[in-house]
């Protein structure tokens, strides 16, 4: 991957993210949360997918920009 297919990677993951907890505390203002327990847990397991990606997507980035400035 390239520099930018990590950064659009990164942007979209970014936007899954801010979703998901937009909508998580919506189920929370109106107690969905506990309503919907079944949904409201997969969303949060949406949103612990998507940070562990970003995380993963974010190291890769970092160690493809090292290995470019060693190579020069």
């Given at each position: 991957m390239t520099i930018e297919d990590y950064e659009l990677v990164l942007e979209e993951l970014q936007q899954v993210i801010?979703?998901?907890?937009n909508l998580m505390a919506r189920f929370e203002a109106e107690e969905a949360d506990q309503t919907m327990s079944a949904e409201y847990h997969n969303l949060h397991e949406l949103y612990q997918r998507a940070v562990t990606s970003q995380r993963a997507y974010t190291r890769e980035m970092l160690d493809?920009?090292?290995s470019q400035m060693a190579a020069g």
């Open positions: 801010d979703d998901a907890k493809t920009l090292e």
